[in-house]
């Protein structure tokens, strides 16, 4: 694994090559987030945004999703993945915010994890971008960059990489870097074409020089 220090300068150079990273859901308030966040789950934010303008028009606040039914919230979000069990989720969630916590967002992971279909990474996302509370959300690209880089261990779980991130980034640097990883996992380091000959982190990453070796083997 690379230690701190070069963590520190891998994310220094990300954030030199995405200034302006930032969550890409449109959302205009918490509730608006927190439902964004639970439909974004397996489809991408391109994808959720395309929905979301019409679903909270027709259902700006968990009192109105509630006076509705699971049935009718399906038309909204059929183009997204999963979306029986999200509309689901959205209802049951939108219920206990009414039973439980006044119609309001909750301000904690542990009261957010009890909302239905709320896991570790909206929770965290939520408590970030609503909020502002210090949190890293682990989704796919900053798993896949954390990996390569190997900030953490190849065999990581999502858990223990968000763990070892947190203990080698400072706190006030979270939610900032969450933002650039996904940019930089979403526009640079991709999944399946990951820019490393251009890349200004290739001198510490054994993946892109690994990758660069066997490119050079096979024009050769
Ligand atoms: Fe990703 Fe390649 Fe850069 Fe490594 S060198 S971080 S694999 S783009």
């Known amino acids: 694994m690379i230690s701190k220090e070069t963590t520190r300068v891998v994310i220094e150079e990300m954030f030199a090559l995405f200034p302006d990273a930032h969550g890409e859901l449109v959302c ?3 509730f608006e987030l927190l439902i964004s966040v639970m439909l974004s789950a397996q ?7 395309k929905v979301t303008p019409a679903l909270f028009k027709r259902y700006p606040t968990p009192e109105a999703v509630v006076a509705s039914s699971v049935d009718e919230i399906i038309p909204y ?6 979306y029986r069990n999200k509309a689901k989720n959205i209802y049951a969630c939108c219920q206990a915010l009414l039973d439980h916590f006044d119609g309001q967002v909750p301000k904690t992971r542990e009261e957010l994890m009890s909302l239905a279909g709320v896991g570790r990474k909206t929770a965290d996302v939520v408590l970030a971008d609503a909020f502002g ?5 682990v989704d ?17 779980s999502v858990l223990e990489v968000e763990e070892t991130l947190m203990k080698k ?11 650039t990883m996904i940019f930089f996992g979403r526009y640079h380091c991709t999944a399946r074409a990951p820019k490393c000959e251009t890349c200004p982190v290739l001198t510490y990453c054994q993946e892109g020089k690994f990758r660069m070796r066997k490119k050079l083997s096979t024009t050769s």
């Open 140 to 156: 796919t690209h900053v798993e896949r960059i954390s990996k390569r880089l190997r900030i953490c261990r190849l065999n990581a």
């Open 169 to 179: 980034i400072p706190e006030s640097l979270w939610i900032k870097t969450h933002h």
């Open 28 to 30: 205009a308030n918490e």
């Open 133 to 137: 509370i210090p949190a890293f959300a």
């Open 77 to 82: 979000i059929r183009s997204i993945g999963l």
């Open 43 to 49: 489809a991408t934010d391109i994808s959720v945004n």
